[in-house]
């Protein structure tokens, strides 16, 4: 057995690392536990075709409190996508081509109605279940049902379908509608600003750097990498946390800064709660996919949306030199698409671009991803209302910590940032003994 820490945190995605930097700078010892071989989790900066791109997350937005505090404090760069003029959209087997302008103004009523009702559900965004009883009877229908109500034209109907799906990584068929209105209630109800704070700026040297920055203040923490935990069991000096590879490590408490949909793969001694359990079974809902493409043959930026059952939904071109453009691209089922990427990229651009060439293409397959096994966390009906005060809510000296917890910008890089710190702070209060044990 290695020797006694204060703290073992497992996983080292942002609330993990942020986790640790909170503790370290509270003056205990921490140890951190990586299955990968590198730190970001969720967050890749990766060399792909000539370029170091983000697999996972990228877009962060000053209304975003917790990651945009990070960034001044490090004193980061930020860039922005380019700006848009043409949006590109397919529905009811016709594409048409808006400015920006037209196209918002097209949506304006459809999206207030869909949010109608985010004020009174979420008054207080960061504390999300205030309005308990209200919300119980709103997170029993699917963002999917609540859009079918409104009867909008079919056309529109498809469109606005495909952006939230776009949202929200997955289809409208098992998300709860809550999702949409908690997003809606961070950024003052404004439908605009929620696609606007999740893709238009990016730190200029990526998510590696930022997450670099709060790992280097981690000063006296340990990590060790490709160091899979596979149990943690309760023991009268803390807690025994044993990985993969036959190592153990013991720790006074425990904090598990990893994904919901893995949580149940870790065998808890004692086992966690029963409604932590179901959470962790039924998984959150994120689980669509993020490529990355070089092309020839556009010459202005645009964003393009297809209908939510097509193997692509959405494109956004992030760079253009000589003809040659680097795209974003998304869609909400990541069954069938890897393997066929290149073929259903294609098939969906040359719909509306047909002399477009496919160079290069990359990305990552979250959702086969033993160490996420999704995307972004998107809550299912009943989750927020059944398991968050649950998932939020320490079992002796066992933490959670992740974006997939957080309280505001769950799902975001912010959320996890914003769990990590709160996560370090119940610890600390934990080990000193300023709460019941
Ligand atoms: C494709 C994609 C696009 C996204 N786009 C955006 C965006 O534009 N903007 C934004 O703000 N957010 C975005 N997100 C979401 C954001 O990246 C995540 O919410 C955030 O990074 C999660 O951080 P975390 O620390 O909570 O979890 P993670 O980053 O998942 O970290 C958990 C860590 O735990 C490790 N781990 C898991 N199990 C074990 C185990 N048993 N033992 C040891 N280690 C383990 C994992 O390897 C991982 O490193 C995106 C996510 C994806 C996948």
């Known amino acids: 057995m290695d020797k006694k820490y204060d703290v073992i945190i497992i996983g080292a995605g942002f609330a993990g690392v942020t986790a640790a930097r909170e503790l370290c700078q509270a003056g205990f010892s921490v140890m951190i536990l990586e299955g990968r071989d590198r730190i970001g989790g969720r967050t890749w900066l990766d060399d792909r075709f000539g370029s170091p791109l983000e697999m996972g997350g990228g877009w962060l937005h000053w209304y975003q409190p917790h990651v945009w505090s990070e960034i001044m404090r490090y004193g980061l760069q930020i860039s922005s996508s380019p700006q848009v003029k043409t949006v590109y959209w397919q529905a009811d087997g016709i594409i048409h081509h808006q400015s920006v302008e037209e196209w918002h103004q097209m949506m304006e009523k459809g999206?207030?109605?869909?949010?109608?009702?985010?004020?009174?559900?979420?008054?207080?965004?960061?504390?999300p279940l205030k309005e308990m009883e209200s919300l119980m009877e709103v997170d029993s229908i699917t963002a999917g049902q609540k859009l079918e109500q409104l009867m909008l034209p079919k056309?529109?109907?498809?469109?606005?379908?495909?952006?939230?799906?776009?949202?929200?990584?997955?289809?409208?068929?098992?998300?709860?509608?809550?999702?949409?209105?908690?997003?809606?209630?961070?950024?003052?109800?404004?439908?605009?600003?929620?696609?606007?704070?999740?893709?238009?700026?990016?730190?200029?040297?990526?998510?590696?750097?930022?997450?670099e920055h709060i790992l280097h203040d981690a000063k006296r923490a340990h990590l060790r990498f490709s160091?899979?935990?596979?149990?943690?069991?309760?023991?009268?000096?803390?807690y025994i946390v044993s990985a993969s590879d036959g190592s153990e490590v013991l720790g006074r408490a425990v904090v598990a800064a990893i994904p919901l949909n893995v949580l149940n793969k870790i065998a808890w001694m004692p086992p966690l709660s029963l409604k932590?359990?179901?959470?962790?079974?039924?998984?959150?809902?994120?689980?669509?996919?993020?490529?990355?493409?070089?092309?020839?043959?556009?010459?202005?930026?645009?964003?393009?949306?297809a209908p939510a059952n097509h193997q692509v939904n959405y494109i956004q071109v992030e760079e253009i030199q000589d003809e040659v453009a680097l795209i974003v691209g998304f869609g909400c089922d990541s069954v069938n698409f890897y393997p066929e990427m290149a073929t259903n990229i294609g098939e969906e651009m040359q719909t509306f671009l047909p002399q477009l060439e496919i160079l290069e293409l990359a990305g990552h397959d979250w959702v086969s991803d033993p160490f996420s096994n999704g995307t972004w966390a998107v809550l299912k009906k009943n989750q927020l209302t059944k398991y968050l005060a649950e998932l939020q809510r320490n079992e002796d000296g066992?933490?959670?910590?992740?974006?997939?917890?957080?309280?505001?910008?769950?799902?975001?890089?912010?959320?996890?940032?914003?769990?990590?710190?709160?996560?370090?702070?119940?610890?600390?209060?934990?080990?000193l003994g300023n709460v019941n044990k």
């Open 155 to 211: 056309e529109l109907h498809e469109l606005i379908y495909s952006i939230w799906c776009l949202q929200f990584s997955s289809s409208l068929e098992e998300v709860g509608l809550t999702q949409a209105h908690r997003l809606a209630a961070l950024v003052n109800y404004d439908w605009k600003l929620v696609l606007r704070t999740s893709s238009a700026f990016k730190l200029k040297e990526g998510t590696k750097m930022l997450i």
């Open 111 to 127: 999206m207030k109605a869909f949010l109608d009702g985010a004020d009174r559900y979420f008054p207080f965004p960061y504390n």
């Open 398 to 431: 066992v933490f959670l910590a992740g974006s997939d917890y957080a309280s505001g910008w769950a799902g975001f890089i912010d959320g996890a940032i914003e769990s990590g710190i709160t996560a370090g702070r119940k610890v600390s209060d934990y080990l």
């Open 276 to 305: 932590k359990q179901e959470a962790s079974t039924q998984k959150q809902n994120g689980k669509g996919f993020k490529f990355w493409a070089k092309v020839r043959g556009i010459k202005d930026p645009f964003i393009y949306i």
């Open 227 to 238: 160091t899979t935990v596979s149990s943690v069991k309760k023991v009268k000096e803390g």
